[in-house]
């Protein structure tokens, strides 16, 4: 079983960053394109981004020029880069690899003044 394990959330004014991480136990990460997905409270869980393992990169509008995912392959670490957050990006983000691997924990983020 694939542990995948999402940190740095936390709460954060309208306006801030956070920067959010996930380790994955599988070695064959630097392999694989590698997802963030967040759910609001009281939605359906939705796509935020993906990275390729070539580092190709693909945003949902909503997050797209503020958000940025990138991948340390030595690591087997996925990060999530957030700016200028709203606060409708409060949520609990997951990262994900390929169905297979199940889902994390998740990590609560919170935008509030």
């Known amino acids: 079983q694939v542990q995948l394990v999402e940190s740095g959330g936390g709460l954060v004014q309208p306006g801030g960053s956070l920067r959010l991480s996930c380790a994955a136990s599988?070695?064959?990460?630097?392999?694989?394109?590698m997802f963030w997905y967040r759910q609001a409270p009281g939605k359906q869980r939705e796509w935020v981004a993906f990275?390729?393992?070539?580092?190709?990169?693909n945003y949902q509008s909503d997050v797209k020029g503020r958000f940025a995912i990138s991948r340390d392959n030595a690591k087997n670490t996925l990060y999530l880069q957030m700016n200028s957050l709203k606060s409708e990006d409060t949520a609990v983000y997951y990262c994900?690899?390929?169905?297979?691997w199940g889902w994390g924990q998740g990590t609560q983020v919170t935008v509030s003044s």
């Open positions: 994900r690899g390929p169905e297979t």
């Open positions: 599988k070695s064959d990460f630097s392999r694989v394109t």
């Open positions: 990275i390729t393992p070539s580092s190709n990169t």
